[in-house]
């Protein structure tokens, strides 16, 4: 039996520039990808300044409980043709009515300006905005004012 001997390929500057442009194109592709992901899917800003937003945090949270204790709940804001709508309810499940409700509806990503909202109750507890709200995912943050207890919220609107 004869023995075959294998000889290795050689090594050369061809395959060494091959493989580290091989690796730089990937890293590349992956961050383009990655970045493309991030642009499309921000949703904007949470907190314009940080450190004002740290100062008034326990006011916030004082505020959120006494929001809680008249215990209103709002409905998932909903599309209603061109304009929007919101149920409210009492603590006991009875519809609220006559309350005062304005919003402001920001586009995610500052492609339009804010739009004021008011709204009028339509049925009882269902209230319906006067003005339109362009197609389109907006954020709207909503004021709730009746009796002298107020409630804000912040929802999405696809």
Same mark, same amino acid.
């Given at each position: 039996?004869?023995?075959?001997?294998?000889?290795?390929?050689?090594?050369?500057?061809?395959?060494?520039? @091959?493989?580290?442009?091989?690796?730089?194109?990937?890293?590349?592709?992956?961050?383009?990808?990655?970045? +493309?992901? @991030?642009? *499309?899917?921000?949703?904007?800003?949470?907190? #314009?300044?940080?450190?004002?937003?740290?100062?008034?945090?326990?006011?916030?949270?004082?505020?959120? +409980?006494?929001?809680?204790?008249? =215990?209103?709940?709002? *409905?998932?804001?909903?599309?209603?043709? #061109?304009?929007?709508?919101?149920?409210?309810?009492?603590? /006991?499940?009875?519809?609220?009515?006559?309350?005062?409700?304005?919003?402001?509806?920001?586009?995610?990503?500052?492609?339009?300006?804010?739009?004021?909202?008011?709204?009028?109750?339509? /049925? @009882? =507890?269902?209230?319906?905005?006067?003005? @339109?709200?362009?197609?389109? +995912?907006?954020?709207? +943050?909503?004021?709730? *004012?009746? =009796? =002298?207890?107020?409630?804000?919220?912040?929802?999405?609107?696809?």
């Amino acid at each position: 039996m004869k023995m075959e001997i294998i000889k290795p390929k050689k090594f050369t500057g061809y395959h060494a520039t @091959a493989m580290i442009v091989a690796f730089f194109a990937v890293v590349v592709s992956v961050n383009m990808v990655m970045a +493309r992901f @991030a642009v *499309s899917t921000f949703g904007g800003t949470v907190v #314009d300044n940080s450190y004002v937003a740290s100062q008034k945090y326990n006011k916030w949270l004082a505020e959120a +409980r006494k929001q809680q204790a008249h =215990g209103w709940t709002a *409905s998932q804001i909903i599309r209603v043709q #061109d304009r929007v709508a919101v149920m409210v309810r009492q603590a /006991d499940e009875s519809a609220l009515k006559n309350a005062e409700i304005t919003a402001v509806a920001e586009h995610p990503v500052g492609r339009s300006d804010p739009i004021i909202l008011s709204f009028v109750e339509n /049925d @009882a =507890g269902t209230y319906v905005s006067r003005n @339109a709200l362009p197609e389109g +995912r907006w954020k709207l +943050r909503i004021a709730i *004012s009746h =009796g =002298g207890n107020k409630m804000a919220l912040a929802q999405e609107v696809l």
